[in-house]
């Protein structure tokens, strides 16, 4: 049984006419997998992210199974707020773009921060390890406005999977990082979901990076009007990234299956 399942989620940023509308009719992840969100800048990606991480609610919703948190659709069709955020809480980690570091703790505190707050005060193990393979055990003790947006970025990794979540949303979570260290937080955060046998939901501009670990990608798939949703669908499996890169991100859009 799939880990992850969503089915027939629509959501929407704004209201009216300047409304913009997102679409992910279907996808299914199994514990231990990964999948890249792509697509041009402003289709919507963190939308979708978003909404996925219970954070912005979804205009419709057919489905959204996860693991250990059971089924969350009837939670949002009753907004109950209290146990929709004890899932976000307990359930899922989040890197998102910003980092969201909290400023007058250091970094040690701000990584140990989800787990106590889910009641788990001791270093869990892939926490240890991500630090140490993230090269952070010597700024642990600083404050994130001491650290560069690159370490920010790694701690901001570490905190979203200190507390053993089942699903994990990364929003560009290597944008700052220089090649070298994009490819070993990739390897590291491809690993740790693995191991720890949980979901990942990676939206990355990087198709390199993408390409050379052979994730799944959710591909953008914009409306044929300004006012249609912009649908999220699997890439097509004939279509590897380098067929998509050589035909540039117009072709890319069209690849998708229907
Ligand atoms: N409050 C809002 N009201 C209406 N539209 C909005 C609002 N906030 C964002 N948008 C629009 O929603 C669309 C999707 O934005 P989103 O940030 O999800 O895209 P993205 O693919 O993550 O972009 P990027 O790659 O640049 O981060 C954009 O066209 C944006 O202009």
């Not at 699903?167 to 590291?188: H, I, N, S, V």
């Amino acid at each position: 049984m799939p880990l992850l399942e969503i089915e027939g989620l629509h959501v929407q940023r704004g209201e009216g006419a300047g409304a913009y509308r997102v679409e992910l009719p279907r996808l299914s992840l199994e514990a231990g997998e990964a999948v890249a969100i792509t697509g041009e800048s402003g289709c919507g990606k963190s939308t979708l992210l978003e909404s996925i991480g219970l954070l912005l609610a979804p205009t419709q919703l057919q489905r959204y199974q996860l693991g250990a948190a059971g089924p969350i659709q009837p939670l949002l069709a009753q907004r109950d707020e209290h146990r929709l955020a004890a899932i976000r809480a307990r359930h899922l980690g989040f890197v998102l773009q910003s980092g969201g570091l909290l400023p007058y703790l250091s970094v040690r505190d701000n990584i140990a921060l989800p787990r106590r707050l889910t009641g788990q005060p001791n270093p869990s193990p892939q926490e240890l390890q991500a630090i140490e393979t993230l090269g952070l055990s010597d700024r642990l003790d600083a404050k994130p406005q001491a650290l560069s947006i690159g370490e920010r970025q790694r701690a901001a990794f570490v905190r979203a999977i200190a507390h053993g979540p089942s699903l994990l949303l990364a929003d560009e979570p290597t944008a700052a990082l220089d090649p070298g260290r994009a490819r070993d937080l990739f390897q590291l955060m491809l690993e740790l979901v693995r191991g720890l046998k949980i979901a990942a939901l990676i939206v990355s501009h990087d198709w390199q990076l993408v390409d050379r670990f052979g994730l799944r990608r959710l591909q953008a798939r914009p409306g044929e009007t300004p006012q249609a949703a912009t649908r999220f669908m699997e890439a097509a499996h004939d279509t590897t990234p380098e067929t998509l890169r050589a035909a540039g991100q117009a072709s890319a859009l069209e690849s998708v299956q229907p």
